[in-house]
């Protein structure tokens, strides 16, 4: 495979990918995606529409380079993927939690307007909190000292239940779930969410703990679009909300 990167963009670059996919060119995405991160750039367009196959090794590849960027707070999004590409990475769901464009000029739009969102209008962010009982707390300290984006509003529920009766009757752009909730419990609620009766273009974000990891895997599995881990760096809360919000407005005029 070869690999292109345009690092003449200002606010972000753009890396081409020519050729196949696979398990012979998986450290070489891996690398170059990662390279590019460590070079200071933040926002990075893989330009897929010259890939002609790729398979589970390839796709790994791209998913393990952009989990460091976005771990690092930085962002990652996907350009002209072809049909039979695209359905390699959604078999696994990644179209869940991974930003596809359908061309170059989408996905530089996204990143020449900053994936910003409306800086004058005031954000819901509903948090089911069970066990872990600082999340709330945690979150607004964050918000009021460092966050860059809309004010944000902050909601708390300690059951799902009650989640659900917030849900009824408020709007809200983002969730968060503590990790601690049962497996039940926790699937029950994420499917009520994203259903026709709830607010089915809201993202869903999983606070995970170090001991609560194999509760976040299987709520993402259920349908949650990103974890997060306890307790937030300021950084990673920004990256991660702005990227979630714009997804949630991006999903409710789809």
Do not use: W
Not at 28 to 35: A, R
Not at 90 to 114: H, T, V
Not at 142 to 159: E, G, Q, R, V
Not at 227 to 233: L, Y
């Amino acid at each position: 495979m070869e690999i292109r990167i345009r690092d003449d963009r200002l606010k972000y670059s753009i890396i081409d990918f020519i050729g196949d996919a696979d398990v012979n060119a998986m450290a070489s995405i891996q690398e170059k995606i990662e390279k590019t991160f460590r070079g200071n750039e933040r926002r990075i367009i893989c330009n897929m529409s010259e890939v002609k196959h790729i398979n589970s090794s390839g796709v790994n590849g791209f998913l393990l380079a952009a989990k460091t960027v976005t771990n690092g707070g930085g962002e990652i999004i996907f350009s002209a993927m072809q049909p039979h590409v695209e359905r390699v990475f959604k078999l696994g769901r990644l179209d869940k939690y991974l930003k596809f464009f359908s061309n170059l000029n989408e996905a530089e739009q996204y990143f020449k307007s900053f994936g910003k969102i409306d800086t004058s209008v005031e954000e819901n962010i509903l948090i089911l909190e069970k066990k872990n009982t600082y999340i709330k707390a945690h979150l607004t300290r964050i918000a009021d000292k460092c966050l860059k984006i809309s004010p944000i509003k902050t909601f708390l529920a300690k059951s799902s239940d009650q989640a659900i009766r917030f849900l009824k009757h408020k709007n809200f752009s983002l969730v968060l779930i503590d990790s601690t909730l049962s497996f039940g419990e926790g699937k029950e609620f994420i499917e009520q969410v994203l259903s026709s009766d709830g607010q089915a273009n809201i993202p869903i974000l999983i606070v995970m703990t170090d001991d609560t990891v194999e509760n976040a895997a299987y709520f993402i599995r259920a349908g949650a679009h990103d974890v997060i881990s306890f307790p937030f760096k300021p950084v990673e809360v920004e990256s991660r909300l702005r990227l979630l919000m714009t997804l949630g407005k991006q999903m409710s005029v789809g």
